[in-house]
């Protein structure tokens, strides 16, 4: 599966922005996707989360309550609302798919096999 992420930009603190991550191929429906991002100089970590059927999302702990997962599978497409940006959300962020196997490592970055792109966002304050 190739995935093609979307939507990045340039935003004031409290501002909001909708990532897209449009997948190739039939079988886009039966991976398990995750958002993840890196700002220079530090490590990729773990966003959010959504498996195949939508019916396990999850979210890291600095955007919890602030960002929101979902997905459309006849569009091939993932989505994540960022709400009430701040300045340290600035990244590059990066959607990644990973085979349905019977669980979903949602946060383990070696678990997924097919990155996008990524898509900037910078936070300005």
């Known amino acids: 599966v190739q995935l093609q992420a979307s939507g990045g930009g340039l935003v004031q603190a409290g501002g909001s922005l909708r990532l897209s991550c449009v997948g190739s191929?039939?079988?886009?429906?039966?991976?398990?996707i995750g958002w993840f991002r890196q700002a220079p100089g530090k490590e990729r970590e773990f966003v959010a989360g959504i498996s195949w059927h939508s019916d396990e999302v999850y979210y890291g702990d600095v955007v919890k309550g602030r960002f929101t997962i979902s997905r459309d599978n006849s569009e091939n497409s993932v989505y994540l609302q960022l709400n009430s940006l701040k300045p340290e959300d600035t990244a590059v962020y990066y959607c990644?798919?990973?085979?349905?196997?019977?669980?979903?490592?949602?946060?383990?970055?070696?678990?997924?096999?097919?990155w996008g792109q990524g898509t900037q966002v910078t936070v300005s304050s």
């Open positions: 191929g039939r079988t886009f429906s039966t991976y398990n």
């Open positions: 990644a798919a990973q085979y349905y196997l019977g669980a979903f490592y949602y946060s383990q970055i070696s678990r997924y096999g097919y």
